[in-house]
């Protein structure tokens, strides 16, 4: 259960109080990251997927009806944002793999692109 002080937050945050949202980003922004690494593994990446993650809960704020807690909520935006980052990793692992397996060089890929 959301605390006044959470719900008033939230609400101010809504509204476009950026104060309240940057308060918001101070509180769960551990969270987010603890998340984030324990999907991607990798701090920097997990850094860029917590901020991805609040620049989307930014976005989306004025939809959050509080249905759910919004810990919930926003552990749900992180995890969607760390499994894209997994699945473009993955693609991006095969791709190269699969330039390498077809005996196309890196370098030849690297100077091709420029």
């Known amino acids: 259960m959301p605390s ?3 719900r008033r937050l939230i609400f101010d945050a ?7 949202f940057r ?3 101070e509180r769960y922004m ?12 990798d701090h920097d990446e ?3 997927v917590a901020q991805e993650s609040f620049v989307r809960v930014y ?5 959050f009806r509080g249905d759910a807690g919004f810990g919930t909520w926003l552990y749900r935006i992180v995890m969607n944002v ?6 473009k990793r993955k693609t991006k692992e095969q791709r190269d793999l699969g330039c390498i397996s077809s005996g196309r060089s ?8 420029r």
């Open 4 to 6: 006044d002080d959470e």
């Open 14 to 20: 809504q509204e476009g109080s950026r104060g309240a």
């Open 23 to 25: 308060l918001i980003v």
């Open 30 to 41: 551990k969270q987010a990251y603890d998340i984030a690494y324990g999907v991607v593994g």
């Open 46 to 48: 997990a850094e860029d």
């Open 59 to 63: 976005r989306s704020l004025r939809s």
């Open 82 to 87: 760390s499994l894209n980052r997994l699945r």
């Open 106 to 113: 890196i370098s030849f890929r690297l100077s091709s692109a």
